[in-house]
């Protein structure tokens, strides 16, 4: 008996030992994360030429409690892949994949303010008695960017204060020029972005086409203005007819100009907007 | 063993009475409160008249008093706020003089009894009027402006109010002669407010404005009624659907659609391959709008902010009436459109050689916005009537309908002719005196349900004055010359009347 019971002993020992690593709840210290890992975007091509920097604010939840003092951030960049995944002709399994790198990305020093300048250390914080902090990212306008959009993808790490929240949460891409990007209404081509409801797929060709013909900044600031006055349908309809006088004019048609199209591509498709 | 028992059922017995629900009431008896001399309803006029009440109370001195005036202009669902009424008195008897916003209100006398604190409340109506919001209201122009003269009922000989919008306005009538009028009920000044208060939107050749009936203020002008101002100032009509959120504008030949809160919003000059440039001042309001092309000749329908054609929804060749009214060989002369219950339309035309069609038109909703089915036999043209040029409707100088029978009222020359739409039989009414033209013919019937005012009104114009005769209509439906109603100053286009703040609509 004495020699089962000892067995038995160390079975009920041993079940008693494997349990499953509880979950982590948010109280055991200060967290940090992205607010959402939706691209963002940012543009310089309204700021005067003498602007040549410009800060851009990316937003970071706290878990945990607030503090009566700044608490520093830390982000590293990280590096972004295409893959290409080879298959086998016969049985359509992958059998390689090979990764390269997305081009355009962004160089420290040359495109931003690295993260190790003790310029923009001092204000990579989560302000005193905030939960939410507005992570500064300060963009550098090189002239490279008047033809093509950069990306800078980020991932928060540990620090002294704070250290990581949700794992899906803890990167995000900025995607920034000097030339027509999308704003946040504008953000993705479906019905959750309230300008794509009110104007349709995005182009650059079209945003162009929509400055030319209100003459005035087409960006999120304007969208927010006319959706506080009910204007949305105004301007679809007052778009949707200048469009149709562009691209019926004779001399727009002969110098090619019409009919207007996404963008400069001869061959990209001619943009509309929705009835 | 016996006491053992005798104790359980002793025990029993206690338990079971143990537990009785107790009826007691902690304080006295609550007071029921006695009171006589109130009004249901009170009906004054705000800046003029007091509310006053003595209410008589059984064993007065046990209570204390107050008024209160609650407004009925709230959004229950997401009011987070406790409404707060004014408080009005706080004596039992009550003499107010009333300076709120017109409107309907709850007027609440308040007892709360000394002893307990209870307080004790009567609920009552206030409806708080203006003078403006009662009488008629005559769109006239004279000498190159546009105004409105207003003839309010009193016993005081003097009951006018001349030039309306320059007596609210600090002398500025508008400016050009009369083009178009509506009453339009509900408007607000932002798409958020929950204050509503029925206005008054006049056109002239070059001006347009909307004025708060209640006081006279002008609340928007053509410079800022639009999200984008029109190039061209050439106001042609303005129209209230019978959907009341909006409101609909046409200027230089395109539309506007305001929903009440926001601004005129553009409609599309070319729409699924149809153009609408070029429309006419001419609409009607069934239970959708209809509007007419004068470049493509064809009847459409207003739809909020982009447009509808009308259609069949079954087409197998047979003209169900649709090709009447689409690709005209014509002109369009007049419209007009019954809403609610009636919701019909009567159209109009004129071709090159002055043959004159007559449409009436099913304008219920159905039929204009998905289309009417024509396997059920159902047909957008109801009455096709085809007129001579020598009938008298194409010869008419001004043309009213009847919203409750098929018939028309116009006048040639000097003469008043009532005509049956169904069999084209027109009938001599009467002749005004020498040098009378007439400028207007309407039918002024509200409210819609149970009317109280049910007559054809006439305006007519002779060298600078103006006169309204209305004929009060009976089983007949015939009018007879009676001695004008109202006199004035210049030329009246439109006649609307008003009653608590609700105008009556145009036929």
């Known amino acids: 008996m004495k020699k089962y019971s000892f067995i038995i002993v160390i079975l009920l020992a041993l079940t008693a030992g494997c349990k499953k690593a509880a979950y982590e709840l948010y109280n055991n210290g200060a967290r940090i994360q992205m607010t959402d890992t939706i691209a963002q975007t940012f543009t310089f091509i309204y700021e005067p030429v003498a602007v040549t920097r410009d800060t851009v604010y990316i937003s970071m939840n706290t878990i945990g409690g607030i503090a009566d003092r700044n608490r520093s951030v830390t982000v590293e960049q990280v590096m972004e892949y295409d893959t290409t995944w080879v298959r086998d002709p016969v049985t359509k399994q992958v059998i390689d994949s090979s990764w390269k790198p997305k081009p355009y990305q962004a160089v420290a020093g040359k495109y931003y303010v690295p993260f190790t300048d003790p310029g923009a250390q001092a204000i990579m914080v989560v302000r005193a008695d905030s939960a939410i902090g507005q992570f500064p990212i300060i963009l550098i306008r090189d002239t490279s960017l008047k033809t093509n959009s950069y990306r800078l993808r980020i991932r928060i790490t540990a620090n002294d204060e704070f250290s990581l929240g949700e794992k899906k949460y803890l990167e995000k891409t900025l995607i920034f020029s000097d030339k027509l990007e999308r704003f946040d209404s504008w953000k993705v081509d479906n019905g959750t972005a309230a300008a794509y409801v009110s104007f349709g797929k995005y182009s650059t060709g079209k945003h162009q086409f929509m400055i030319d013909v209100l003459q005035t900044r087409i960006d999120e600031v304007w969208y927010k203005a006319i959706s506080v006055i009910g204007a949305q349908g105004n301007y679809t309809n007052l778009l949707r007819d200048a469009l149709a006088a562009f691209n019926t004019d004779p001399a727009n048609i002969a110098s090619g100009k019409a009919p207007v199209r996404e963008t400069s591509n001869p061959t990209s498709l001619p943009i509309s907007f929705p009835n | 063993m016996n006491k053992l028992y005798i104790l359980a059922a002793g025990l029993l017995a206690l338990l079971a009475a143990a537990c009785n629900k107790d009826d007691s009431t902690a304080a006295g008896p609550i007071a029921q409160l006695k009171v006589t001399g109130l009004k249901d309803t009170f009906t004054v006029i705000a800046h003029q008249d007091f509310l006053t009440s003595t209410p008589t109370v059984e064993n007065e001195n046990d209570y204390d008093y107050y008024w209160t005036l609650f407004s009925t202009e709230f959004n229950a669902a997401t009011g987070a706020t406790l409404i707060k009424p004014d408080t009005l008195a706080r004596t039992k008897d009550l003499n107010y003089e009333v300076v709120q916003d017109p409107g309907a209100y709850i007027l609440v006398f308040n007892a709360k009894e000394k002893s307990t604190g209870v307080v004790k409340q009567v609920n009552m109506v206030a409806n708080i009027t203006t003078l403006t919001l009662n009488g008629w209201y005559l769109v006239k122009d004279n000498g190159g402006k546009t105004d409105m003269d207003f003839i309010y009922p009193t016993e005081n000989p003097v009951n006018r109010i001349d030039n309306w919008i ?35 939107i006049v056109a002239s050749q070059n001006d347009a404005a909307i004025y708060r009936i209640d006081n006279g203020a002008m609340q928007l002008n053509f410079d800022n009624m639009f999200f984008t101002k029109p190039a061209v100032r050439r106001p042609q009509s303005v129209f209230q659907p019978a959907n009341t959120t909006a409101l609909g504008f046409i200027n230089d030949g395109r539309a506007y659609n305001m929903t009440k809160g926001a601004l005129f919003a553009n409609l599309p000059v070319a729409y699924n391959g149809a153009t609408y440039g070029n429309l006419s001042s001419i609409t009607a309001s069934a239970a959708l709008d209809l509007g007419f092309d004068n470049t493509r000749k064809s009847v459409f329908v207003f739809n909020g ?23 005209v060989n014509g002109n369009l002369q007049w419209m007009t459109g019954y809403t609610g219950s009636s919701s019909q339309a009567l159209v109009l035309f004129r071709n090159p050689q002055d043959t004159g069609y007559l449409y009436k038109v099913d304008g219920r909703y159905g039929q204009l916005f998905y289309g009417t089915p024509f396997t059920t036999g159902g047909k957008i043209v109801t009455i096709a009537d085809t007129l001579k040029p020598q009938h008298g409707l194409m010869n008419a100088s001004a043309i009213g309908g009847n919203y409750d029978v098929d018939l028309i009222y116009y006048a040639v020359g000097s003469s008043i002719y009532k005509m049956d739409v169904t069999t084209t039989t027109e009938s001599l009414q009467y002749t005004l005196p020498a040098g009378e033209t007439v400028t207007a013919i309407q039918h002024i019937r509200y409210p819609e349900t149970a009317p109280t005012v049910n007559s054809i009104a006439i305006a007519t114009y002779n060298a600078g004055h103006y006169k309204v005769y209305l004929h009060p209509l009976s089983g007949t439906q015939t009018l007879l010359l009676t001695q004008p109603s109202f006199q004035g100053d210049g030329r009246v286009s439109r006649v609307i009347y008003m009653k608590n703040g609700v105008g009556s609509r145009v036929y």
């Open chain 2, 305 to 327: 902010i982009s447009y509808l054609e009308l259609k069949v929804l079954v087409s197998n060749g047979v003209n169900n009436g649709l090709g009447k009214l689409q690709n």
């Open chain 2, 166 to 200: 320059a007596y609210y306005n600090g002398g500025k009538s508008l400016n050009g002669n009369a083009v178009s009028a509506v009453f339009a009920p509900s408007f607000r000044t932002s798409i958020t407010s929950q204050k509503y208060f029925p206005v008054l």
